[in-house]
């Protein structure tokens, strides 16, 4: 090669990766962007303690900057949350007394300037307005552990809570009803099934509405997959090799496959080549040409159970 199409060469591969760089870098500018916030709205006087804090996206905002102090970010007691949001929402429990909040946009490259407003929250013994926030599980939390820890926010002029869980339904069939409970959680030990939970707050004037959520316990693996394409010992003469496969849950509908590839040596020897969770039951992999593979499929489900492995298959690509 000449030196002048070596410069050349180099050159191009320069703006390539260049081009590359910028591509990963580019940002929206969102400085000139405003936040508007939407909840609590400017300077609220209430005494509800649990609030959903709400603002408007912005395009290019890759994530919402939101922090809350007490009483005043001019006069910092104390910086109660610094927390970095994907969505519009975030919900907290605030005890009675003066706070600030302010949301900023940020990207990689730029953020907006912050939306600031003041909320007042004052002491109540009425807990007819409140409502618990529930922590842990999460809402629709699959898991194939029987022992769970319950978990919720307290609130002020509480006297104590009460738990109940059903199953299938909330309030059909009462699979435990818990009261006087002065913590903020609680442990069952489950069975499999499907059950609601809720949490309410009590004193001796007044009670607040259960919250709830929904929980699965999941002990029952997959069914075993059945394998489509590629047949069994096929030979085939194109390297993009197109994969398929019937999987299942025996209840839930959603189940992930792994699909294990492996090249077949000459000693027998199998070397994984690819392994990789899919939601669909198809795959389109290119492989190298003259070798000779063995691939298979395991399906996991939503609680972590693992099923049997399908059988084995084998194929070939020729050059």
Request: proline letters at 3%; hydrophobic letters at 40%; aromatic letters at 12%.
């Amino acid at each position: 090669m000449s030196k002048t199409n070596f410069h050349i060469l180099l050159m191009f591969g320069i703006v390539i990766l260049l081009m590359g760089r910028c591509s990963v870098f580019i940002q929206e500018n969102i400085e000139e962007e405003t936040i508007i916030l939407f909840a609590p709205s400017d300077d609220m006087e209430t005494e509800i303690v649990t609030q959903t804090f709400w603002w408007e996206q912005i395009f290019g905002a890759e994530g919402y900057r939101l922090q809350i102090v007490t009483p005043e970010f001019n006069n910092i007691e104390s910086l109660l949350l610094d927390t970095l949001v994907s969505g519009d929402k975030f919900e907290m429990t605030l005890y009675p007394g003066i706070y600030e909040w302010r949301v900023r946009g940020e990207n990689n490259a730029y953020v907006t300037a912050w939306s600031k407003t003041s909320l007042s929250i004052f002491e109540s013994d009425d807990l007819t307005r409140q409502s618990v926030r529930l922590r842990m599980p999460t809402d629709s939390h699959f898991t194939n552990n029987s022992l769970s820890v319950f978990k919720w926010d307290t609130i002020p002029n509480v006297e104590s809570y009460e738990m109940e869980v059903y199953i299938e339904n909330w309030g059909e069939v009462l699979y435990r009803d818990s009261t006087g409970i002065v913590e903020d959680n609680i442990v069952y030990t489950l069975p499999e099934a499907m059950f609601w939970w809720g949490v309410r707050a009590l004193n001796n004037k007044s009670a607040t509405l259960f919250s709830t959520r929904r929980l699965v316990i999941d002990k029952t693996a997959p069914v075993k997959p059945t394998l489509g394409l590629p047949s069994n010992n096929s030979i085939m003469n194109d390297s993009t090799v197109n994969f398929s496969w019937n999987s299942s849950d025996p209840r839930w509908e959603v189940v992930y496959d792994s699909l294990l590839i492996y090249e077949k040596r000459d000693n027998g020897k199998l070397i994984k080549i690819h392994e990789d969770l899919f939601t669909v039951k198809s795959a389109k992999l290119t492989l190298k040409n003259d070798t000779k593979y063995t691939w298979k499929v395991k399906s996991i489900d939503q609680a972590g159970n693992e099923g049997v492995l399908s059988e084995e298959r084998n194929f070939t690509i020729e050059e």
